[in-house]
């Protein structure tokens, strides 16, 4: 019978014991089981802005069946700006929030919270198709990696506004299919600014045909995932850490836009080019502050520049971004706005009553309330079809819906959003060709993403799979060399 040197085993037994012992004694990212709690009283955490909707459907939610056994609701706030309310709710997860609550992300946020596993899987809680009642865009922002970790809860998103009076003028019998991909508007604009009416006039002289958000920051970037999107490129970067930029795809969506600016300041009138140089610094307030001079045939730009329109008395329609010609499951819309999301210390019935809030939040009351009394566009799509008396002109906006996209949901966007804003600036102002801008933009978001992520459901606790094999193969290999030389 073979002997073994007890001492030799001491110590390997004292070894293994040491490199694994947080797998036993100090477990991470494990949710606790929930357990049960009192009657709870919820706290949700929004902005400044976003209190009032809350506020405005609080008594509603209490007398409701999903406000059943919650005694109260208490609205918190976690600032003005999105930077404070980042701030605010780092600082809230990393010190673990008290139980009971609910809080409001940016649509950009999910994949941090839930990578830090801030914040909880809903996919359990939700009915059948539940979400096929939301906008799609909203939806896809507060999943990651294939789950639902952020419910839909109000929404913002990109619009074609067009010049009415000026199509009317220049093409009579025009519909809005002369516009509806890039190529078209591209023909339907040099069509008025090379005067091949006839009608133009010297008060026209600083017309131009198109302005967006081209600036190099986060309003650039969203401009630049609804251009490819319209081609067809949804994956530009995944939730996985895929990088599908330096595409064919992207490429010749950005050599079309491209071609649209003139290379110097060159004016827009009398040749091809559409979008002046100077829209090249465009953000959202000066790209309106050009359409409500009357100074564009169309714009892209956010909800809220319908209702400053409005006031300038401008004869104007919207309609959805176009989609170049014969691109397949196009999107051409990103999304803004917020979401909802139950941090993962909210355990036991609290968590329950917590869900239910955020899915009250999300029903037909409390979103026609944002619309109503705090003006934020609803997540629901039902109340664009059929809205509150007095808001019918919201129904503008219903075609646009389907074609919704979000930003990329990865935990390194804001550093992935600053390699897109610059190279996109320097494509667009022929600092660089578009070839060299996505060559060098898919190797700058690779260097930022590194290694993939480990999918959830494949971390240990204290160690990844990789350690622990590491940890067993280690120990398998001690023991038969401490049993060669003991033979």
């Known amino acids: 019978m073979t002997k073994y040197n007890k001492k030799a085993l001491i110590v390997l037994a004292s070894l293994v014991f040491l490199m694994t012992s947080t797998f036993f004694l100090f477990p991470i990212k494990v949710q606790a089981k929930p357990v049960s709690s009192q009657v709870p009283m919820l706290t949700i955490y929004v902005t400044d802005q976003q209190m009032a909707g809350v506020e405005f459907v609080k008594a509603d939610f209490l007398a409701s069946p999903l406000g059943s056994g919650v005694t109260d609701v208490t609205v918190t706030s976690t600032g003005t700006t999105a930077n404070d309310q980042l701030a605010f709710l780092q600082t809230l997860m990393g010190g673990g929030t ?21 914040i909880i899987n809903l996919d359990s809680y939700l009915d059948p198709n539940e979400m096929d009642d939301y906008v799609a865009g909203l939806v896809d922002a507060g999943t990651w990696n294939g789950h639902l970790y952020a419910y839909p809860y109000f929404n913002n998103l990109g619009i074609l506004f067009y010049r009415t009076d000026l199509l009317n003028l220049h093409m009579p019998g025009w519909t809005e299919a002369d516009f509806d991909t890039w190529e078209e508007l591209n023909a339907t604009a040099n069509y008025i600014l090379n005067n091949q009416s006839g009608l133009l006039t ?157 899915k009250f939040l999300g029903d037909q009351l409390a979103q026609e309330a944002e619309l109503t009394e705090v003006s934020n566009f609803p997540a629901l799509t039902s109340v664009y079809a059929s809205p509150p008396t007095g808001q019918e002109w919201i129904m503008n906006f219903t075609d646009q819906l389907p074609l919704t996209l979000s930003r990329p949901v990865h935990e390194d966007y804001p550093l992935i959003s600053n390699v897109i804003a610059d190279y996109f600036s320097d494509l667009l102002s022929c600092q660089k060709s578009v070839d060299d801008a996505l060559l060098e933009m898919d190797r700058d978001i690779k260097e930022i993403i590194g290694e993939a992520p480990v999918l959830p459901g494949l971390e240990i606790p204290g160690y990844s799979i990789a350690i622990l094999v590491m940890t067993t193969a280690f120990s398998i290999g001690l023991i038969v060399v401490l049993r060669r030389r003991h033979r």
């Open 98 to 118: 008290a139980t009971a609550a609910v809080i409001g992300l940016d649509v950009v946020w999910t994949a941090l919270f839930a990578s830090n596993g801030w």
């Open 202 to 358: 010297a008060a026209d002289a600083d017309l131009v045909g198109y302005i967006g958000q081209l600036d190099a920051y986060e309003g650039g970037v969203v401009n630049f995932f609804e251009i490819i999107g319209s081609n067809g490129v949804l994956d530009a970067v995944t939730s996985a850490g895929d990088v599908n930029v330096n595409t064919q795809d992207v490429k010749d969506a950005m050599t079309f836009f491209k071609a649209l600016v003139p290379p110097q300041y060159t004016g827009v009138q009398g040749n091809q080019y559409i979008i002046p140089r100077y829209g090249l610094v465009h953000d959202e307030g000066s790209s309106v502050g050009k359409w409500l001079a009357n100074e564009s045939i169309f714009m892209r730009q956010w909800p809220f520049a319908y209702g400053l329109s409005e006031d300038n008395n401008m004869d104007f329609g919207l309609a959805p971004l176009p989609h170049f010609a014969g691109a397949t499951g196009y999107r051409t819309s990103a999304v803004g706005g917020a979401i909802l999301a139950v941090p993962a210390a909210t355990t036991g019935t609290a968590r329950e009553a917590a869900v239910n809030l955020t």
